[in-house]
């Protein structure tokens, strides 16, 4: 593996283990009064975006990044409209 694709992949592993504490905080707690809604929507949309464009790119690190991403953020988000 290139050391490129090697960086890209730690950078995602940083970025989307991050959410990895809100996420089970949030299912364990079920509070999210101090959660913004809309920013939850924007970066769910945000991050899905990345998606599609590291699929079309056929870039590894960005679709591993946001497809993992997405769980955990989509988690949130999903809980924060249940539970307002």
């Known amino acids: 593996m290139d050391p490129v694709t ?4 730690i950078a995602a592993a940083c ?3 991050a959410y ?5 905080k949030t299912i364990k707690t079920k509070d999210t009064k101090s959660l913004s809604l809309i920013m939850y929507v924007i970066m769910t949309v945000g991050i899905l975006l990345w998606l599609f464009y590291g699929i079309l790119l056929r870039n590894i690190p960005i679709i591993f990044a946001n497809t993992v991403t997405l769980l ?3 988690i949130i988000l999903i809980l924060k409209i249940k539970y307002k």
């Open 6 to 9: 090697v960086i890209g992949l």
């Open 15 to 17: 970025t989307t283990f």
């Open 72 to 74: 955990f953020a989509g």
């Open 20 to 24: 990895v504490p809100q996420a089970v």
